[in-house]
């Protein structure tokens, strides 16, 4: 079983930056598939940035450019560094895990970007 607990969620005015982190237990996280999704107020949650096991990264095209996926694999955490942050980032965004085709989620931290 893998557990996911994200940290870092904030209140940012636009064109901010924040820092999410995802601290994960129960596999080391240089074998999993990680990901950030995102679910903004009544829309459905979308998939924001990916970091393989091979360490290769994906972005959705809406944070393409400013949020960066990294990794530290000697503390087992996930980073979402978030910049040049826009009203349209507000969301509750999760951390994903994925193992042997199985996938983990965390509970979700809360971003807002508002003045």
């Known amino acids: 079983q893998v557990q996911l607990v994200e940290s870092g969620g904030d209140l940012v005015q636009p064109g901010g930056s924040l820092t999410l982190s995802c601290a994960v237990s129960?596999?080391?996280?240089?074998?999993?598939?990680m990901g950030w999704y995102r679910q903004a107020p009544g829309k459905e949650r979308e998939w924001a940035a990916t970091?393989?096991?091979?360490?290769?990264?994906a972005y959705a095209d809406s944070v393409k450019g400013r949020f960066t996926i990294s990794r530290d694999s000697a503390k087992d955490i996930v980073y979402l560094y978030m910049n040049s942050m826009k009203r349209e980032d507000t969301a509750v965004y999760y951390c994903?895990?994925?193992?042997?085709?199985?996938?983990?989620w965390g509970k979700g931290t809360l971003v807002t970007v508002s003045s």
């Open positions: 970091i393989t096991s091979g360490g290769n990264t």
């Open positions: 129960g596999s080391p996280i240089n074998i999993l598939t």
């Open positions: 994903k895990a994925r193992r042997n085709g199985m996938d983990f």
